[in-house]
């Protein structure tokens, strides 16, 4: 069983991260405090004195109702952090697979399985990374008086395989 002391040091830290978690999608901590105190079935007043550290009761159902959305919001949290790094291991997944040249990469669906009968991004086109330059030859129209561009030693090692 828990005495009143117990109970308020174990519901404020709770009751805290509900506020600020409240008061950062609302941008008032007046009104975190009357959003949250209707989601625990108490006053934004009560939550504000509660918080304060003033004398007030803490009911059984307040207590369970606290208890309960600290819960949901710790499960929520996890469950956007799963979300978060399993999308980063197909990423991973997809990065180092490009970086190896073994497979194309295929489009994948929001959850990201690839989706049924992907085809590539741009249809006519064989799929390649994007990392992997196909031809890495200098691009460069000959331009006029562009001839000390080519008297470098990297360009003309670059074109000499030709």
Known sequence: MLTASQARDETLPKLSALVRLAQSSMGSKMAAYDAVGRRIGASGSWVRKFMG?????????????????????????????????????????????????????????????????????????????????????????????????TDLPLWRAANEEE
């Not at 109702?65 to 990423?91: G, K």
């Not at 073994?102 to 799929?127: E, I, K, L, Q, S």
């Open 53 to 149: 550290r003033q004398d007030t009761g803490l009911d059984g159902h307040v207590l369970h109702n606290i208890r309960t959305a600290y819960e949901r919001l710790c499960s929520n949290i996890e469950a956007a952090a799963d979300a978060a790094e399993a999308t980063n291991a197909l990423l991973r997944e997809d990065l180092h697979a490009a970086l190896r040249g073994d497979r194309a990469a295929h489009p994948r669906t929001p959850g990201g399985a690839p989706a049924a009968g992907a085809t590539p991004r741009r249809p006519g086109r064989a799929a390649a990374s994007a990392l992997v330059v196909p031809d890495a030859r200098p691009r460069v129209p000959g331009l006029p008086g562009a001839g000390d561009l």
